[in-house]
Each structure stands twice: as C-alpha cells, then as structure tokens.
C-alpha cells in the first residue's frame, strides 16, 4: 500500500506560484469575513512552522509571530486544478486509488517501491512540488510512514517495522480513535496500541460495540486494514455554509445543516437526480474537515426527508470530536437519473 501526501499543500503552491516569496513565511488564510483580519492559518510552510505559527492558528496570532510574513488568502480552485493534476499522474500509474482528501491518496500497485519513487518524480516535474511517499502493508502503516518522512520524504516499512511503529504509537495517534475512545480505553489501562493485546475480544466489542471493537482487538494483535475504497464521484450535489460563530450547540449545528439540505434538494429536484448517500461534512475550528455518511438501499429523491439520519450522524460526530465547529456542509452522492426509474421505488 502506497500513501502518497503533499507537502504543505496550499502553501507550497503559492511559494511556487510565487517565486519572489522563496524563503520567506507563507501561511494560505481561511477569511472569515467577520473582521479584516478574522479567520484562520490554513496551511503555513516551514519557514512559518519554525516561528510557531500552525493550521488552525488565528490569522491574527499567526500575524503577531511573524510581522513580514505573507499571508494569502485561499485559492481553492487553483489548488483544486493541480490536485487533479497529481490524481491523474497517480492514477496511470497505480491499479487501484482512493483519493482520501485533496491532497492525499492511498494506493495499491504492482511494484510499489518502484511505483512510488516514479510517482514522486512525475509529481515534482509536472508540478515543481514535492510531496511525501510512505509505503507498507496497510493504510495505517503506509500513512504513518509517510508522516514520520515528512516533507520530501520517502519510507518503506516492512512487516515488522511496521508492527513496531503502530505498536508503541499512543492510541489516539491511530486514526479511527477519537477523544471519546481514547479516554475509554485509557480507563481499561490502554496507553498505546501495545497494550491492546491484553484485552479480551469479548470486553472490546461488550464496551465499544461489535465494529470498532473487534477492530481494536485486531489492531491489537496486529491485523490492519488494507483494503481501498476506490473513489471516482459521479457527480455530487453539496452545500457548504459557516456558523455564525464556532459552537458545538446542537441546535445551532442542526439549523444550519436543515436549511443546506434544502437548497441541496432544490438541485437535485432541478437535475430530477435520486441519491444514495447523504454525507454530512463538518469543518472544525483547527480548519480540519470530517465526514460522517449513510449510505441507502434505495436511493432517495427530493421528497424524503433526512432529519433523523443527520440527527444521529449529528451525534456521532459531536461525540467524538471536542473542537467547536466552524462550517458545515451537506453532500448527496451516488445519483441516479430520476426518470424511468421510478417504478422501481
Ligand atoms: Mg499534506
């Protein structure tokens, strides 16, 4: 399994877009609105990291740390255009892709060492960026590769440096296990993934639920997931709005999504396009993006509506997650035509 991630993505674009800016701190800006200055660090490059400054990070702490760096605003269309740039490179290149956010991807090839020194060569030359290659045997491994070789990095684990690295990581380093779970299994004495191993199945899944508990017990003795959800959107309708402050109030969170599904529905009404996933994005204020989907048997037109499915993916979310959130969004994917299917539903 390969992982492919770019190196500080937004900001590394502008340093290239922008050559005068070489050396200098550059951190990509989320905008607010609300004032001048109000928003958040979306990106900083290394020069910005060393002075202090962090995603998530108040433009205006941010600015305080440096008083000459360059702070620019988001150019997502931009950036979205060369993301796809590197997600066709990837793709000729690979035998199966998932694209896991704009700037990472998870992927199965043939020779993967090899695969994945050529895709970080074809990167760099089409784009001038550089971008960070770990590969193992699961994505859990393959992404902690990749992280511990960044930036312009490149880490090969085998199956026993791999075991050792997710072993002696703390649990919630280990993506999957949220503020929620951590402090569970901190209770049961679960430090790192290590400590898994004491724990019998039946009390995992008793405490955490079938799913996630038979996949602590795996992770425990040391069988990772690596399968890859190939992603290819067939077209989507979303909406994506920001709170008027950051909260975690439900109703508050719930209103906002209520009123994004609607003018969501109105496309799709317009399009006559059925669905079959409703996925609910959430932007924290770190400027992190979680989804949290339901997929459905038969897929679901304008009319139906949704409220107790994004109550529950509402609360699955707040749950797990501490931070106070900032933007919300509302996706239905999986469309199908409307017309001459109907009689099926
Ligand atoms: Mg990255």
Redesign the pocket.
Known sequence: MLHI???Y?FAQIEEIRNPEYKNKIIAVCIFSGRTEDSGVISTVNYEGRNVGIKSGMPIVNAKKLAKSGIFLPADHKYYESISQTIDGLIRSNCTKVEKSSI??WYALAEDEVETGKRIKLEILNSTNLTCTVGVAHSRLGAKMASDKAKPNGFLILGKEKERNLIDNSPVEKIIGIGPKTKDELNELGVKTVSDLRGLNQFILIEKFGKKTGAWLYNLGIGIYDSEIEERIEKGEFSRIGSLKENTREKGKILEKIVELEREAKEELKYSKKFYKTLTLIFITEDIKMHTKSRSFSKPRGEKETNLDEIKKLMSEFLDNERKEVRRVGVKFSGLVEMDGQTTLF
Do not use: K
């Open positions: 991630d770019m190196d993505f700037d990472e």
